[in-house]
């Protein structure tokens, strides 16, 4: 059975004494939950602070964002090796960044690719716009951004991928997508697409998230559908008390499993 994850988006907020409180804050909410990865993704410029203030926990950290290269003429930029010991997870081709960041397939590639090769677990996002979804257009689109981020990896690499599926129409927007809509893209489209690529085994075993509008009350719900191993949470997972109310239930669900 795939181990679920929960994964907090801390997104552009918290300064660093805030992201501290907020990640000891989890930690103790958390702690006890130990059938589910719990991940929180702070700010780069707070990764030292949250990870030292959870060097004894449970809960690991992942960074939001990374450029590829290793060092280099590319100011603002935070290259792979500088996030080590830093990060065990990285997000990458969010929405967010492919939208306001320019990034595009191709990058998310070159991302992915350097991620795991300085042993980074990148949790890599996919999704569909508004117009795309009402289009019908949403199996094609999202297929083909998995083929293209994963282009060139092997499988025992692709193995270390965790999928987070993302329509944009439910990111921040309080309109998530039904458990049943999720769980159709999540397995009809992303699991077959990893299929597709690198046979059943491989697909298997590889961890698929929903994220978008995710919280305390749709997560049983979400967290039941057969191909939905966990959530990339924005908005919920900045507060201890709504994230620790999703890990536990998600915790419920695969202690009585
Ligand atoms: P949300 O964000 O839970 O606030 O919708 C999810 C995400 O962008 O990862």
Redesign the pocket.
Known sequence: MRRPMM?G?W?MNKTIEEAVVLAEAIHAAVADYDHVDRVVCPAAICLPAVRAALADSPVAVGAQNMHWAESGAYTGEISPSMLAGLARYV?IG???RRQYFAETDETVNQKLHSALAHNLTPIL?VGESLAQNEAGETDAFVSGQVRAALAGLTGEQAQGVVV?Y?PIW?????R?ATAQQAQQICGDVVRRALRDGYGEGVAETMRILY?????EKNIAEIMQQPDIDG???????LKAESYAAMVRATDELYRSS
């Open positions: 994964a988006n997104k997000i969010h929405s967010e996002c987070a993302e439910a990111i921040g927007t309080g998530a994220g978008g509008s995710t919280n959530a990339l949470i924005g908005g919920a997972s």
